[in-house]
């Protein structure tokens, strides 16, 4: 047995780390603050054959309700800086992906707005490829630190092996930084585009409510006529629609919503019982693109987040 790092916490609770506020503990946990803690806590884990879980803004994240046997992450410190050199902006992993977009703009930096409404960090992002309203992360990106048990590497956006919100990266790959090569623009005018992304937001979407985001991805299948996810299940009648504490929303289909007392089964069965709805109603499989950590009963095919990470 190798000497357990020092910052490892044990039976740590996770709920609050995420957006939607369910789940168990992790077994061990730790806020890395530097890269060198990082890789020290990621060989450790190797060595040890310890899982590992990272959890940014938990934005997109479902944790088991039994919890997570394995060692949870949450970057800190220098790791959530956000910085700039010229036109570059240089986050870390855990920086928060809204306020590089608003430090952006004060800086008359242009490119990271539609990061404005994303409430992930900039390693959540990369891991997740996250867009919204035509802004797309690989676009601005121009490196990605990515740490794993044997150290740190840079890696450029064509080799993230990015998909519709998916990338090629594994469990034990932990993006520690993110480069954007943003353009000059005024202030003024990047801040009244954030507002007005903002305000359509607010219309679009159910605020203040414990939810992580899009349920399910935008199927391409031709069977879904090119409905969204979300359209698909408003059709199929699953506003509202509700299992124990966990709801998919009445302003939102594609939206769950913790009611307070939901547990991750919960959502699990409204993941599943809307997914049903949308089969027999239209013939299209929802594939879900919320991540999960710890061990559940899935009714859903694993398709990412199950990789084992780029080599
Ligand atoms: C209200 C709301 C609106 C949203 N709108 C959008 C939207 O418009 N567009 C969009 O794309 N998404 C949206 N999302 C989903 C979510 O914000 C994004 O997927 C985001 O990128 C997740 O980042 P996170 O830091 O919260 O990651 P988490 O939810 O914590 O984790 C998600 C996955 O990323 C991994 N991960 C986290 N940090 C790292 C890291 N540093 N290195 C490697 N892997 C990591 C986790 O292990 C997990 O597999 C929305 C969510 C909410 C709640």
Known sequence: ????????EVDHPLWRLTTVRTGGDADFFAKP???DQLVELLA?????????????????????????RGLALKLAGPLTDIEH????????GGARLPSAAAKSAGWGLTGLEFGINIPGTAGGAVRMNANAYGGRLADVLEEVEVCDGNGVRSLSPDELGFGYRSSALGSGQIVSGVTFQLAP????????RLAEMRAWRREAQPSGIKTFGSTFKNP???AADGRSAGQLLDLAGCRGLTVGGARLSEKHANFIENMGEATTADVIAVMAAGSDRVRTEFGVELEPEVQVLGEVDWPFPR???DDGGLN
């Not at 047995?1 to 490892?8: A, D, F």
């Not at 450790?44 to 997570?68: P, R």
């Not at 623009?185 to 009244?192: H, R």
Request: charged content about 25%.
């Open 1 to 8: 047995m190798t000497q357990r790092p020092e910052i490892v």
């Open 33 to 35: 603050e530097s890269v």
């Open 44 to 68: 450790w884990a190797e060595t040890e054959a310890v899982a590992v879980g990272i959890i940014g803004s938990g934005s997109n994240l479902l944790v088991s309700d039994q919890g997570f």
């Open 85 to 92: 050199q010229g036109t570059r902006v240089i986050c870390g």
């Open 185 to 192: 623009d005024e202030p003024e005018t990047i801040k009244e």
């Open 220 to 222: 391409d299948d031709p």
């Open 303 to 305: 398709v990412s987040g």
